[in-house]
């Protein structure tokens, strides 16, 4: 019925990309409302570098809010 993909296989691919929007997107919005590039939204799927993502956006110096106070 699917061709060389059965529905279990199929199932799996759906979910895995349901989960990664859930994950990637708001990474991405995070990452673009700080200043930088939302594609740094796709490190977040990799287990131990989205961890580094996480402490980078946390300490890093946020362009965003540099243009929003002139310095």
Known sequence: ????VGL????IIITI???GLVVVWPAGRICRRAGFSPW?????IVPIV??????FVAFAEWP???KQTGS
Do not use: D
Request: proline share 4%; glycine share 12%; net charge negative.
């Open 17 to 19: 990309a349901c989960m």
């Open 40 to 44: 740094l939204g796709l490190l977040a």
């Open 64 to 66: 965003a809010l540099s």
């Open 8 to 11: 279990p296989e199929l199932l």
């Open 50 to 55: 989205s961890v580094g993502l996480l402490w």
């Open 1 to 4: 019925m699917f061709g060389a």
